[in-house]
C-alpha cells in the first residue's frame, strides 16, 4: 500500500492542477463573451493604433493606449477593476499579424474606416500632443 500512496498523490495533484487550469481559462472566456461587443470595436482601433505606433512606444504607452481605446468605446460602463481586466486579457491576446492584415485591409478600401482616424487621435494622446478626456470624446463621436 506504501508504494501506491505517492503515486495516488502525483495523480491527485495533476488532476487539481489540471482542473485548475481549465476553470480559469472558463472563466476567462466566460468574461471575453460578456464584452464581446466592446472587444470587437477596441481591436479595430487598437490594431491600426498599435501596428503604427509599436516600435516607438515602451510597455506602459502599449497599455495606456489600449485603455485609451477600451475607454472610448466602453460608453463610461466598466469600472476600473475590469478597465484593468479587459486591458491586461486585449494585450495578452493582440496578435501583431492579425493586426497588420487589418490595417491593410482597411487601407485598401476606397473610404477610410472610422476606427483609423480614430487610432491616429488616440495616438495624438499617448504621444502626449492631446488631452485624454476631449479626444475620447471625439472618438465617442466619431464613431456613432
Do not use: C
Not at 505517492?6 to 460578456?34: Q, Y
Not at 477596441?42 to 498599435?50: A, G, K, N, R, S
Not at 506602459?60 to 466598466?78: H, M, P, W
Request: glycine share 6%; aromatic share 6%; net charge positive.
Amino acid at each position: 500500500m506504501t508504494t501506491l500512496e505517492p503515486l495516488i498523490a502525483l495523480l491527485l495533484g495533476a488532476g487539481l492542477t489540471a482542473g485548475a487550469g481549465w476553470l480559469s481559462r472558463f472563466i476567462a472566456a466566460r468574461n471575453l463573451l460578456h464584452y464581446g461587443p466592446i472587444l470587437s470595436k477596441v481591436y479595430d482601433i487598437l490594431d491600426p493604433l498599435l501596428e503604427r505606433n509599436l516600435r516607438s512606444w515602451s510597455g506602459s504607452d502599449v497599455e495606456f493606449a489600449t485603455d485609451l481605446a477600451i475607454e472610448s468605446v466602453a460608453d463610461g460602463y466598466l469600472t476600473k477593476a475590469e478597465l484593468k481586466e479587459l486591458t491586461l486579457e486585449i494585450t495578452k491576446r493582440w496578435l501583431p499579424q492579425v493586426a497588420a492584415d487589418k490595417v491593410r485591409k482597411f487601407e485598401a478600401m476606397a473610404e477610410k474606416p472610422k476606427a483609423l482616424a480614430a487610432a491616429d487621435l488616440l495616438a495624438d494622446v499617448v504621444s502626449g500632443q492631446a488631452r485624454k478626456q476631449q479626444t475620447i470624446s471625439k472618438v465617442k463621436a466619431l464613431l456613432k
